[in-house]
């Protein structure tokens, strides 16, 4: 694993790392005894997290995550993408995690319509996503780097350590990929609206800074004005049949 997975796999083991997917998982609908596909697992967070009570198949191409994965609960792990994508059965997951992976790949909509292909009727998909706008209030407020901004702001791209570039898109053109098949959307959450534009770091090391940080991350994040600015959205959409 290269210096840069390492940092990143240290940083997701803090306290203040794991902000995001606490938050990620108190949006989901309560999960039991149900299938569920993780594609782009990573370390593994999510898919252990949901593996308490439900079957979990995680697809992940990054080989050196997968290995570094966290695994204490049990659950299936692919190496792969598409390919592994499209060797599962129509109509046989309940639940579909995808979580910060569509920006980084070029044929997106073909997985998106794969997961809308394997996903059974009445199933939820869970898609969270860098927000165009929060990147811009994360340059201006919490970098002070307008040149950046601006840049974003004239359809300039930027790059996310071990990911590559990021291609911003929006729920409605997500929405287009669905074509032919019924796709809804249940709600759509905000995540990482406050922390990411406090600029003095130490504050994350007080003893209630996580509990209270949380606490008013999850105030807000169903607020529309609130939403449009946060780092991430969270979608969750349904497949109606």
């Known amino acids: 694993m290269n210096s840069e997975l390492e940092l990143y796999l240290e940083y997701t083991s803090k306290p203040w790392g794991m902000l995001t997917y606490r938050a990620v998982w108190s949006q ?3 999960i039991v005894n149900s299938k569920i596909l993780d594609f782009g697992s990573g370390f593994g967070t999510t898919a252990n997290h ?3 009570n439900n079957d979990v198949l995680a697809i992940e191409p990054n080989a050196d995550m997968v290995e570094a994965r966290i695994c204490e609960n049990s659950y299936k792990q692919i190496i792969g993408s598409i390919e592994q994508l499209r060797e599962q059965e129509d109509n046989s997951f309940d639940v579909i995690v995808c979580h910060c992976v569509l920006e980084y790949l070029k044929e997106r909509k073909d997985i998106f319509r794969e997961f809308c ?3 059974r009727p009445n199933g ?3 898609i969270l996503k860098h927000n165009y706008a929060g990147k811009i209030m994360h340059q201006v407020v919490r970098e ?3 040149d950046q901004a601006t840049y974003l702001l004239n359809n300039g791209t ?4 071990n990911f590559g570039e990021v291609n911003y898109y929006d729920i409605n053109e997500m929405l287009e990929w669905a074509e032919d098949i019924e796709i809804s959307v249940e709600k759509i959450f905000g995540v990482r609206t406050f922390w990411d534009l406090q600029q003095n770091d130490s504050n994350k090391y007080e003893p209630n800074w996580v509990p209270k940080m949380i606490e008013m991350e ?4 169903h607020i529309d ?3 449009k600015i946060s780092y991430f959205n969270h979608i969750l959409l349904r497949k109606n049949r």
Request: no cysteine; glycine share 0%.
């Open 117 to 119: 292909r394997v996903l």
């Open 218 to 221: 999850m105030k807000v994040s």
């Open 225 to 227: 004005e609130f939403i």
């Open 158 to 161: 930027i790059n996310i350590m």
């Open 144 to 146: 002070n780097n307008t």
């Open 28 to 30: 989901l609908p309560h």
């Open 50 to 52: 949901l593996a308490k």
């Open 124 to 126: 939820i998909i869970s």
